[in-house]
């Protein structure tokens, strides 16, 4: 049974708290679960549920998120990223493996090039590696709609931008994940008082996906009707890292945490243990492995 424990830490003057359940049996090093800007330390039950039984989970309220302190003025990635190994350091750990989603996958990939070191292994799903300008003036109406407290519609136009409405591709459980994303950006609107900054550090502060990470074994995945970025840019951006792995798990847009959760955590688990990926008996139905353009089988 795995055992609870709250740490509060502070890094250039902003205080934050990380949430780790530990695992007396662990087989592998401790999970770093990082998800969207909205998102905090409990968050993440179908991880929890799958990857806790081979790793200590950690989740967090990171500056700007959650019970943490607002970031300050201008860009944020120095000082999430600081957070994020100052939460290493108190791990008491050499590395961890670290899990980023959507916004997350940004901070995680800018903290593993910023100290490959500490990072065992990193898995990057729903990868925003390129939005478009219409995307862009999505979350800035959204942002309006925020910043005037107009929560319906904030909720409604951004569970809308993050999904695949188009009934011509099958998503699984779409009318249940709408209904779910769009509850949690309303609950967020009325309950955060990090949400308007998020969005438009969104808008302004977006991560650097142009390459430069080596040494850090990498799975990207994405959901197959992935409309924020495509699939075929995930896999473009996961071409630059040496070595990596990249999955489309079909039936499932963006959102592919809500719409395919064990399948996603139980592929993390295996992952972060070394284990087979798309080989495992649960997965072979819906995951589907690609090789890189680098590959000689694609030349």
Request: glycine share 8%.
């Amino acid at each position: 049974m795995s055992e609870e424990m709250i740490r509060s830490l502070s890094v250039r003057g902003v205080s934050y708290s990380y949430r780790r359940l530990r695992q007396p049996e662990r087989i592998t090093e401790p999970v770093l679960v990082l998800g969207g800007a909205l998102q905090g330390m409990y968050g993440w039950p179908q991880m929890e549920d799958h990857v806790g039984p081979v790793a200590d989970v950690v989740t967090a309220d990171l500056p700007g998120m959650g019970s943490a302190d607002p970031l300050p003025p201008g860009p944020s990635i120095d000082v999430v990223c600081a957070a994020i190994e100052r939460i290493i350091d108190d791990l008491d750990v050499p590395s961890i493996n670290l899990f980023g989603f959507s916004y997350g996958a940004g901070l995680a990939y800018g903290c593993a090039r910023r100290f490959p070191g500490r990072i065992a292994r990193l898995a990057l799903g729903g990868v925003p590696a390129h939005i478009s300008d219409a995307q862009v003036e999505l979350w800035r109406r959204a942002s309006e709609h925020l910043a005037q407290g107009d929560a319906e519609a904030f909720a409604t136009l951004v569970a809308q931008g993050l999904m695949c409405l188009d009934d011509r591709r099958h998503v699984a459980h779409r009318k249940l994940a709408y209904r779910y994303v769009r509850r949690s950006m309303l609950q967020a609107a009325r309950n955060s008082r990090h949400a308007v900054d998020s969005l438009r550090r969104g808008i302004s502060d977006r991560p650097d996906f142009s390459g430069g990470l080596t040494d850090v074994p990498t799975l990207v995945f994405s959901g197959e009707h992935d409309t924020v970025t495509s699939p075929a840019r995930q896999r473009d951006f996961a071409a630059t890292i040496p070595g990596s792995r990249f999955l489309t798990i079909p039936d499932a847009d963006h959102w592919v945490v809500l719409e395919r959760p064990q399948e996603v955590a139980d592929l993390a688990a295996r992952f972060f243990t070394d284990g087979p990926l798309s080989s495992a008996p649960c997965l072979a139905p819906v995951v589907r492995e690609e090789p890189s353009p680098a590959d000689p089988a694609c030349v």
